[in-house]
């Protein structure tokens, strides 16, 4: 069964610290790689989508690639307590695997 | 550009009766896939449709159908509902498979059946 692992947190950084979430994923076919955000009681926001190795930055976040490794994260820079959130990895091969979220908290 | 439009946004269902919730993906999107969350087993995938067909399935019971239309606007119905189906309902579009998809989710239907 194809799976996508993350830790569960939560994971507790003071404002302005750098989070960094790391994700899993067994199905070496995979293709693409997203991470999502999604606020308590709202629907997942896509934040950044990766599809080879490397890093890819946008604004304060940074994802991560290592296909080799199976191994996607993702950075958030100057954290901000609005980064307060789950984040879902997914990864796609022939259709989308959601990680479980971890649950990040930015203390003021 | 409007987005992903799930209805109803809240439902409640009484156990054994059947409910339908409906998609209307991002306008040009062709892919429609489903999913349910709930607090112990997270995001689980249900099923993809693509121009009508139904591509991919989870591992759902029988219970649980879709359908797409030429408009690429789906439903997915729970028949004999029970009280585990309360969850989440959420539906993501995207362009297609390959590099397009990106896929971008509804705000979602939540089924409260008792």
């Known amino acids: 069964q194809k799976e996508v692992e993350q830790n569960s947190g939560p994971l507790s950084v003071p404002e302005g610290a750098i989070a960094s979430l790391n994700c899993t994923y067994s199905?070496?076919?995979?293709?693409?790689f997203f991470w999502y955000r999604q606020y308590s009681g709202k629907s997942p926001e896509l934040i950044m989508s990766?599809?080879?190795?490397g890093d890819k930055e946008d604004g304060r976040f940074t994802a991560q690639l290592n296909k080799a490794s199976q191994y996607v994260s993702l950075l958030i820079r100057d954290s901000q307590p609005s980064d307060s959130a789950t984040y879902l990895c997914?990864?796609?091969?022939?259709?989308?695997?959601f990680g479980p979220g971890t649950r990040l908290s930015v203390l003021p | 550009k409007a987005g992903v439009t799930q209805t109803p946004r809240y439902l409640i269902k009484t156990r054994g009766q059947q409910v339908t919730l409906s998609c209307s993906p991002i306008?040009?999107?062709?892919?429609v896939s489903w999913y349910q969350q709930t607090p112990g087993q997270g995001l689980q995938f249900l099923f993809e449709?693509?121009?009508?067909?139904?591509?991919n399935k989870g591992n759902f019971p029988g219970r649980f159908s879709g359908r797409q239309f030429s408009n690429s606007r789906s439903e997915m119905n729970v028949s004999t509902l029970e009280l585990g189906d309360s969850a989440l309902y959420l539906c993501?579009?995207?362009?297609?498979?390959?590099?397009?998809?990106?896929?971008?989710f509804g705000q979602g239907t939540r089924l409260t059946v008792v």
């Open positions: 199905d070496r076919g995979s293709q693409s």
């Open positions: 306008s040009g999107h062709r892919s």
């Open positions: 990766i599809y080879s190795n």
């Open positions: 997914a990864v796609y091969g022939q259709n989308f695997v």
């Open positions: 993501a579009s995207s362009l297609d498979r390959g590099l397009d998809t990106e896929a971008f």
């Open positions: 449709y693509f121009s009508e067909t139904q591509r």
